[in-house]
């Protein structure tokens, strides 16, 4: 089973893990990690390292993260770029790409990155409205 890392800038990973209990229920390891506006990338790091260690040591993991660029995208990617053979980062989370997620966890994470990229584009819907 692939483990997973959901992080952002403010608690925006702690509330999307949270919708996702309420609509999938608890998952086995998942965490959430948070960059908070008092905090710098040593204290990211940190945090990174301690979801990391709640998993074992052989797990794939793959890192959804909310911005491609930011802090939390950074040194998420440090970790990744140590870590190919079993790590991969996905930037743009939201709910729908989450959900997925779980339901491929059984897949090699080099698989499953390109269909939760598609998974992701195709949560973003618009609602049309005609006139009567």
Same mark, same amino acid.
């Given at each position: 089973?692939? *483990?997973?890392? =959901?992080?952002?800038?403010?608690?925006? +990973?702690?509330?999307?893990?949270?919708? +996702?209990?309420?609509?999938?229920?608890?998952?086995?390891?998942?965490?959430?990690?948070?960059?908070?506006?008092?905090?710098?990338?040593?204290?990211?790091?940190?945090?990174?390292?301690? *979801?990391?260690?709640?998993?074992?040591?052989?797990?794939? =993991?793959?890192?959804?993260?909310?911005?491609?660029?930011? +802090?939390?995208?950074?040194?998420?990617?440090?970790? =990744?770029?140590?870590?190919?053979?079993?790590?991969?980062?996905?930037?743009?989370?939201?709910?729908?790409?989450?959900?997925?997620?779980?339901?491929?966890?059984?897949?090699?994470?080099?698989?499953? =990155?390109?269909?939760?990229?598609?998974?992701?584009?195709?949560?973003?819907?618009?609602?049309?409205?005609?006139?009567?």
């Amino acid at each position: 089973m692939i *483990a997973i890392v =959901v992080a952002s800038h403010g608690k925006f +990973s702690e509330g999307v893990l949270q919708s +996702s209990r309420m609509i999938f229920g608890d998952q086995e390891k998942v965490q959430a990690v948070t960059f908070m506006p008092n905090e710098g990338p040593d204290d990211l790091t940190k945090k990174f390292k301690d *979801a990391l260690a709640t998993f074992d040591k052989d797990d794939q =993991v793959l890192f959804l993260i909310d911005l491609f660029g930011g +802090s939390p995208f950074n040194v998420a990617s440090r970790i =990744v770029a140590e870590n190919l053979d079993k790590y991969a980062l996905i930037t743009g989370l939201n709910l729908p790409m989450l959900l997925e997620a779980y339901t491929v966890r059984d897949k090699p994470v080099s698989e499953i =990155v390109s269909h939760l990229e598609e998974t992701a584009r195709a949560g973003v819907k618009h609602l049309e409205l005609t006139a009567f």
